[in-house]
């Protein structure tokens, strides 16, 4: 079974930046897409961008010109650089491929954004 495990979340402050993280357990190369997710408490799990194995990339409306994704095959880790940052971006931040392994969700990591 797959696994993903994130990382580099934190407490910034509004307008600050962070590098996430998502190391697989699998090769990466032969993936078709590789996704990041962010759920707030009460609600459901929202793609926040896609990059296919083609490089083509997604972005939800909300966090174009100011999120990165981008992968690494090689080291099989998936990163998503976030710059000025928002309160409303305070969430728990997932990775998957996609199309979606249920069962292979990991712990996320917590992106907070507050003073």
């Known amino acids: 079974q797959v696994q993903f495990v994130e990382s580099g979340g934190g407490l910034v402050p509004p307008g600050g930046s962070l590098k996430l993280s998502c190391k697989t357990s699998?090769?990466?190369?032969?993936?078709?897409?590789m996704d990041w997710y962010r759920q707030v408490p009460g609600n459901e799990r929202v793609l926040v961008a896609r990059?296919?194995?083609?490089?083509?990339?997604h972005y939800t409306d909300s966090v174009k010109g100011r999120f990165t994704i981008f992968r690494d095959n090689a080291k099989n880790t998936l990163y998503l650089e976030m710059n000025d940052l928002k309160p409303e971006d305070t969430a728990v931040y997932y990775c998957?491929?996609?199309?979606?392994?249920?069962?292979?969700w990991g712990q996320g990591t917590q992106v907070t954004v507050s003073w």
């Open positions: 990059i296919t194995k083609v490089g083509k990339i």
């Open positions: 699998s090769s990466m190369s032969s993936v078709y897409a």
């Open positions: 998957n491929q996609f199309p979606n392994l249920p069962d292979s």
